[in-house]
């Protein structure tokens, strides 16, 4: 079939499009001879086929393309600016606030070729970066726009919108040749090839054996009580004391929505047992359906929907199967992720006709036909799945994709369902993707592990495959939490880094009923905890629990006021959820309790909790707890900025403390859940030794501000009496937070001094008090975390005017 060559215009000429094309399997095979000898950097490149050493000339990987106009008008006669331009009407012309982008020649588009998608490896770290062991860079196609005055930051950026593929792939798969490139764009049908999505599962359970299977003596509990629909029989099967080796099945991550019409509860449970249920035309939301279908369709016999598996009117039920979730995901064979539409009425897309999104349609410019004297196989550019939102909102990052966009990230329960799963098929708007420990696949590109006579040196001796950066934080690539590759390469730092970021991630999500914030996160601190032994409590590590204490808001918090929606704690019953927890907030939280914060801080504080026994018995024990292993933090770190004048660690809580000095609150421990209380020395003043300087806008706004709100104002200012800034607190959005401090006429708020950071090498910046905001209760016994800040050491009150109390933090 013969390919058409494209008709280009002369700024399109200038692009350097081999810097976009992918490897040959005699280019994979240099750099894998390469590597054997010691050879390094031989396809860590600039250009592809360009070694580093290259005396070659350095080409531009920025080329302009003059106004939109001009595009627009080249478009009739340039294939690649009606490509580009396409692109630009399907994403939008539009920036932050629904603003359209400014027309006229003060606005500039510019290709870039130097946006890195991923990389071709056979390693199996588990990092955001180019790892050691990389052999090629896999680059996309972008544009930014921006002012002619002003070339430092985009206006708008339309990110890795073209791929390499090889010419006419679109015209015919058969003319991705065996001499061509390999990893690069292919032909999406309309319908999902189940054939694809088979041979993904394949290649795992044959090249991924020690990376992705579950081995019967995995330390998975067993399922005291399970259930699955047989989607054979069309019914709800009860296994009870039943290993993961015994039951094959699928796992669906989807969004609920309120169209969740058909549950299993104590009333349906006798008609969802029937066999043939399901096969019945019932009003079962399209995207289950679709599940039951594609199980079967991939050899599976049974699917676990946590509507339909868990009795939804029975807290015993709820409570045993949310416990176990970590394991549920864990051992499931796959784990089907609907991640397009708004609710459970959406459906698989791509898995029926006229399902996927209509607006997006693959078109292809061959910008080096085949034969080319530099490129004899020839190159195309070829657009990929990208149908972004319309406008650029206050947490939109230009490396989203379309599912981080998507509702179902917004919501709480899908990240620890995902990132439980060891092997994940990702339904999205336009195409689906495969995510295992093992390997990353999609339907538009050839990312399968090419054949090859070549060893690899890889210690799991896993096949070559495409990584795309930032797989730790993105919920379209990110690996397992408890894993093979988690437990062999996860490093203390890493593991920090990396529990941080999601409770940044999980604390930007949302949940129909705001309680189930505890719950949602069980089956994340279950997974941490398998592979380091790190307990975690209220959502903060036991081995770092007073560092933990200081995490900060992003953009500002709502206190969560409701109870935890199933009962919990000692008691067994709903609980408020504690103030000194993020888990305890509404809105993004920042938490970092990494080895680099303990180089220049240190807590203040040491903590202890009430224990209370059946025989009414009462002891306080310390909050936290000694890491083992390699999650132990070096000595030196550990005896950091110790013995300093705020340094309270040494000061212990007994229980004849808290009669003696919190006697209301001794009187009623036995009625408050173990553990819920913090109880500890620090310095503390009322808030009357400073005053506080509000940015106007703050009180003035009633929701979290956007980001170039965040970037523009200035925190809460604190000052000293005579008016110096001596500190700062976070931002806070609530309004009754700013009620209770700035009507504070009863002297019930204060600060409480948990830390300490300096800096020794640099004398010009002061020693930092880290402060939690409080406020006490009426008569002093329990205390709530309002906010936090840090106030310099030297500005803290002295001669008497601060003391020394016994916190009780609640």
Request: with cysteine; proline share 6%; net charge negative.
């Amino acid at each position: 079939m013969e390919i058409p060559q494209a008709s280009l215009c002369d700024r399109c000429r200038e692009i350097p499009f081999l810097s976009l094309s992918c490897p040959t399997r005699q280019d994979l095979d240099r750099a894998l001879d390469a590597r054997k000898h010691n050879r390094q950097n031989l396809l860590t490149r600039t250009l592809p086929l360009r070694e580093k050493d290259s005396k070659e000339p350095k080409v531009s990987s920025k080329i302009e393309l003059g106004s939109l106009e001009q595009i627009e008008r080249s478009a009739q006669s340039c294939d690649l600016c009606a490509l580009i331009w396409s692109v630009v009407q399907r994403q939008g012309g539009i920036y932050e606030g629904n603003v359209s982008i400014p027309r006229g020649d003060e606005m500039v588009c510019c290709i870039r070729t130097d946006p890195r998608f991923g990389y071709v490896t056979d390693s199996l770290m588990d990092g955001e970066g180019v790892c050691p062991d990389t052999l090629v860079l896999l680059c996309r196609m972008s544009m930014t726009i921006e002012a002619a005055d002003n070339r430092w930051i985009p206006l708008a950026w339309f990110d890795q919108f073209a791929q390499a593929c090889n010419p006419g792939v679109l015209l015919s798969p058969a003319n991705a040749r065996d001499d061509g490139m390999l990893f690069a764009g292919r032909k999406i049908s309309e319908i999902v090839d189940l054939t694809l999505l088979r041979r993904w599962i394949d290649i795992c359970d044959s090249d991924h054996e020690n990376t992705c299977l579950l081995e019967e003596e995995e330390n998975l509990k067993r399922f005291k009580r399970i259930r699955m629909i047989d989607v054979r029989q069309n019914c709800i099967k009860t296994f009870e004391n039943t290993s993961h080796t015994e039951i094959k099945y699928v796992a669906l991550s989807y969004v609920w929505g309120r169209s969740q019409r058909v549950m299993l509860t104590t009333a349906s449970k006798p008609y969802l047992e029937r066999p043939g249920f399901f096969g019945q035309d019932l009003d079962v939301p399209q995207t289950i359906a679709d599940a039951l279908v594609l199980t079967e369709g991939l050899g599976m016999d049974y699917l676990w929907v946590d509507a339909l598996c868990i009795v939804q009117d029975d807290t015993d039920d709820l409570k045993l199967q949310i416990g176990n979730a970590a394991n549920i995901y864990r051992a499931a064979s796959l784990t089907l992720v609907a991640s397009s539409g708004l609710d459970c009425n959406a459906g698989l897309a791509g898995l029926r006709p006229g399902t996927r999104a209509s607006s997006f349609k693959q078109q292809e410019v061959v910008v080096i036909p085949p034969g080319d004297k530099k490129f004899p196989s020839g190159l195309s550019l070829v657009t990929t799945c990208r149908s972004q939102r319309q406008n650029w909102p206050a947490d939109y990052k230009i490396v989203d994709d379309d599912l981080d966009l998507s509702v179902w990230t917004s919501r709480g329960w899908t990240l620890q369902e995902r990132v439980l799963s060891r092997r994940n098929l990702v339904f999205t708007n336009e195409q689906v993707i495969w995510v295992c420990d093992g390997g990353y696949f999609c339907e538009e590109s050839c990312f399968e592990p090419p054949p090859s006579d070549k060893t690899t040196m890889s210690p799991f001796k896993t096949p070559l495959r495409v990584e795309p950066f930032g797989a730790v934080l993105k919920p379209s690539s990110m690996k397992s939490i408890s894993g093979a590759v988690a437990r062999d390469w996860t490093s203390r730092q890493r593991f920090w880094e990396k529990y941080g970021r999601l409770v940044e991630m999980y604390t930007r999500r949302n949940f129909t009923y705001p309680g189930d914030m505890y719950d949602g996160f069980r089956g994340i601190s279950a997974g941490f905890q398998t592979i380091t032994g790190e307990e975690l409590h209220w959502g903060h590590p036991r081995s770092r629990f007073e560092l933990s204490l200081s995490w900060r808001s992003t953009y500002g918090l709502y206190r969560r006021t409701e109870l935890s929606t199933l009962p919990m704690t000692s008691l067994n019953t709903r609980v408020t959820f504690p103030s000194w927890s993020w888990m305890g907030w509404k809105g993004q939280v920042e938490f970092e309790v990494t080895d680099e914060r303990l180089e220049t801080e240190s807590p203040a504080i040491v903590c202890f909790v009430h224990k209370t026994r059946l025989t009414d018995t009462t002891s306080i024990v310390p909050a936290s707890r000694p890491s083992q292993g390699y999650m132990q933090a070096p000595e030196p770190l550990k005896k950091k900025h110790i013995g300093h004048g705020f340094d309270l660690r040494g000061k212990m809580v007994s229980l004849a403390d808290i009669h003696k000095h919190l006697p209301k609150l001794h009187s009623r421990l036995f009625s408050i859940p173990n553990e819920h209380v913090l109880f500890f020395w620090a310095n503390c003043v009322p808030s009357r030794h400073f005053e506080l300087e509000v940015p106007p806008e703050l009180l003035l706004k009633e929701k979290s501000p956007t980001i170039a709100d965040w970037i523009s104002q200035a925190r809460p200012a604190i000052k000293n009496l005579n008016g110096a800034v001596v500190g700062s607190l976070d931002r806070m959005v609530d309004p009754e937070y700013w009620k209770v401090v700035l009507d504070d006429t009863g002297g019930d708020v204060g600060f409480v001094v948990v830390g300490r950071r300096h800096v020794p090498d640099l004398p010009q910046f002061p020693a930092m008090l880290l402060v939690l905001q409080v406020r006490w209760n009426g008569d002093g016994d329990v205390t709530e975390r309002l906010n936090i800040g840090e106030i310099e050491e030297e500005a803290w009150p002295k001669d008497g005017q601060a003391e020394v109390k016994l916190i009780s933090l609640m």
